[in-house]
């Protein structure tokens, strides 16, 4: 017997549609911020002066046209209503699976291929409890091993060193986490965009996921076992 699917051209269909849009959409916004921020971070190799020039940038670029931080509260702004919607999406769409499978065949035949998409979404969630406390940490400094201070490039430091192995277990945690998002979440926007007609194209998207998961996260990761092995000071 078929699985129950949804008709076609039915309201249900085009919400299910713009939601997975939505997702795809923010997604994407995602992924430029945390390239952009990556690139960023590892300027910490470059040393204090150099990353805290660079920190103090973000705050004066654009003026001024733009206020003093302007630009990193209008990102900020993006990022929050990206956050908002990719959520919102995210669980209209677990929500509506869930009350898909109502029969016991559907659930079993469910249960190897949204292994995956289970994976998605606690990792989803663990993602947004780990930015909040990323913001508690770095820009609130609510969080603050090594003390209160006003320079960035400190704050990382002080807050990877070794007495404060924890926090980098933190961190590490959370990138394998964002690594397996990213992976499966190029792979769904891909598919949501159209972009995997073809068995030529769906390597091609597979790949672009496994790659900017390496990189990304990857990147994100040299910063604070740098600092713990003491290659960082």
């Known amino acids: 017997m078929a699985t129950p699917t949804l008709i076609k051209g039915s309201r249900s269909t085009r919400s299910t549609i713009a939601l997975k849009l939505l997702m795809a959409v923010t997604g994407l ?84 291929s949204t292994l995956s998409s289970k994976m998605m979404r606690w990792g989803g969630v663990a993602l947004l409890l780990f930015v909040i406390f990323h913001l508690l940490h770095f820009t609130t400094q609510t969080v603050h091993p090594g003390g209160v201070t006003e320079s960035p490039y400190e704050r990382v430091v002080n807050s ?17 986490a964002l690594a397996m998002h990213l992976r499966h979440g190029v792979w769904s926007a891909s598919q949501t965009l159209g972009l995997t007609n073809s068995a030529a194209s ?32």
């Open 29 to 112: 916004v995602f992924i430029g911020y945390v390239l952009l921020h990556m690139y960023g971070n590892l300027k910490v190799f470059a040393g204090q002066e150099a990353f805290d020039e660079y920190a103090h940038h973000l705050r004066t670029f654009g003026e001024p046209m733009l206020p003093y931080g302007g630009l990193l509260w209008t990102v900020r702004v993006v990022l929050l209503l990206s956050i908002v919607g990719h959520a919102y999406a995210a669980f209209a769409l677990w929500a509506r699976a869930g009350r898909a499978r109502t029969q016991k065949y559907v659930v079993r035949k469910a249960v190897a």
């Open 160 to 176: 990877f060193a070794p007495e404060y192995w924890y926090l980098t277990v933190i961190y590490l945690l959370a990138m394998v």
């Open 202 to 233: 769906r390597t091609r998207a597979n790949l672009a996921g496994v790659f900017l998961a390496v990189v990304i996260a990857g990147g994100f990761a040299l910063v604070p076992l740098s600092i713990l092995l003491g290659l960082v000071d």
